[in-house]
Nanobody
Framework: QVQLVESGGGSVQSGGSQRLSCVAS????????MGWFRQAPGKGREGVAT???????NYPDSMNDRFTISRDNAKKLLYLQMVRLKPEDPAMYYC????????????????WGQGTQGTLSS
């Protein structure tokens, strides 16, 4: 019923930029939290950006204003714009959708995409 499909991964130069996209279907994207997560080898899954139902956004301090999440309601798309990419950024990036409009902790993200792999080249 609910499907999330990521795209836009691939290789990018260190210090470069990349935009990831997520197509959401069977899901009311304006009603609940949505977000982007990533998981690098040997590390746990971490949230990198959150888009709240009301339109607000949130980012971990560690992102240092390098990531920007946005939403296109008409097209049912969620984007993640990444700039000034660092060696630690390569990871599997996941689009996720929650079942809560106020609690955006990872445990409440019940719908996940298959992920898109981001790599970094010199």
């Amino acid at each position: 019923q609910v499907q999330l499909v990521e795209s836009g991964g691939g290789s990018v130069q260190s210090g470069g930029s990349q935009r990831l996209s997520c197509v959401a279907s069977g899901y009311p994207i304006r009603r609940y939290c949505m977000g982007w997560f990533r998981q690098a080898p040997g590390k746990g899954r971490e949230g990198v950006a959150t888009f709240y139902a009301g339109g607000g956004t949130n980012y971990p301090d560690s992102m240092n204003d390098r990531f920007t999440i946005s939403r296109d309601n008409a097209k049912k798309l969620l984007y993640l714009q990444m700039v000034r990419l660092k060696p630690e950024d390569p990871a599997m990036y996941y689009c996720a959708a929650s079942t809560s409009d106020y609690d955006c902790r990872q445990k409440f993200f019940n719908f996940w995409g298959q992920g898109t792999q981001g790599t970094l080249s010199s």
